[in-house]
Each structure stands twice: as structure tokens, then as C-alpha cells.
């Protein structure tokens, strides 16, 4: 399983233990299949990188490499965290 880094906190882990989000028409989604077509950015299913990333919103268009409309946090967190 390739590795990717969580955009929260920067650490390194298998794919399969991060949620990948990707950006449909614009708006962030939940990868839960890993099959959107496109970049994805990935965080740690943990609320503190969730957190974290949502102080520095910038990073997921960086990560995305488009401008992304982001849900808010709690809406996030309740999918990546179920
Ligand atoms: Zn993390």
C-alpha cells in the first residue's frame, strides 16, 4: 500500500489509514473508496489534524492544487470520524 502524508500533521502512513479527500465541482467530498478521479488531499482520522487543517484551510487547495469549497468542520469531522 503506497504511503501518503496527512496534511495536518505532516506524518507519513499507509494509504488505507488516512481519509482522501478530493474536490467534486469544486466542493471537498470524502473519498471513502479511494477512486475519485483527480488529486487527493489526505488527513489522519483523528480530530486534531482535522482540526489542524481547518486553521490552515489554504493547505487543502494546495494539496488539491484548486480552489476548494470546504464543509464546515464538524460536518467533516462526523464523516472522516464515523
Ligand atoms: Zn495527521
Redesign the pocket.
Known sequence: MPERT??????V?DKAE?ARLSAVDGALKLDDKYSLPGRGAY??R?A??IK?VYKRRECFGKALKRAVTLPEESVLRGLILK
Open positions: 496527512c496534511i495536518g500533521c505532516r506524518a502512513r488516512l488527513v489522519c483523528d486534531e489534524c489542524a
